[in-house]
């Protein structure tokens, strides 16, 4: 059974960065492509950052480009998502998921298991 769970969200001051883990069990980060979604109240869904099976494969949303960084553990079986120079409009429950491919997605469709989320609230 694949589980992922989140962890890393808090409260920050724009300008101030954090780093979310995604911790999984019953699935090897590095077998499949994994990703980063976030949604804010009255939103929908966005993707954020992926990466293949190649970790030097990567992808990024246009509005985090330059900010944040997907990279993961392999030893410890563990996605994150360095995010630095946060700004208001990253407030959201962010979440990661895995994808049924190799390389990077970023279509939401294309994964298939999600965890529950982490919230995430930049203040002025």
């Known amino acids: 059974q694949v589980q992922l769970v989140e962890s890393g969200g808090g409260l920050v001051q724009a300008g101030g960065s954090l780093r979310l883990s995604c911790a999984a069990s019953?699935?090897?980060?590095?077998?499949?492509?994994m990703g980063w979604f976030r949604q804010a109240p009255g939103k929908e869904r966005e993707f954020v950052a992926g990466?293949?099976?190649?970790?030097?494969?990567?992808a990024y949303g246009d509005s985090v480009k330059g900010r944040f960084t997907i990279s993961r553990d392999d030893a410890k079986n563990t996605l994150y998502l360095q995010m630095n120079g946060l700004k208001l409009e990253d407030t959201a429950l962010y979440f990661c998921?895995?994808?049924?491919?190799?390389?990077?997605?970023?279509?939401?469709?294309?994964?298939?298991?999600w965890g529950q989320g982490t919230q995430v609230t930049v203040s002025s």
């Open positions: 998921a895995t994808a049924a491919s190799l390389f990077v997605r970023v279509d939401q469709t294309s994964y298939d298991y």
């Open positions: 019953g699935h090897p980060v590095s077998r499949y492509a």
């Open positions: 990466i293949g099976r190649s970790a030097s494969m990567t």
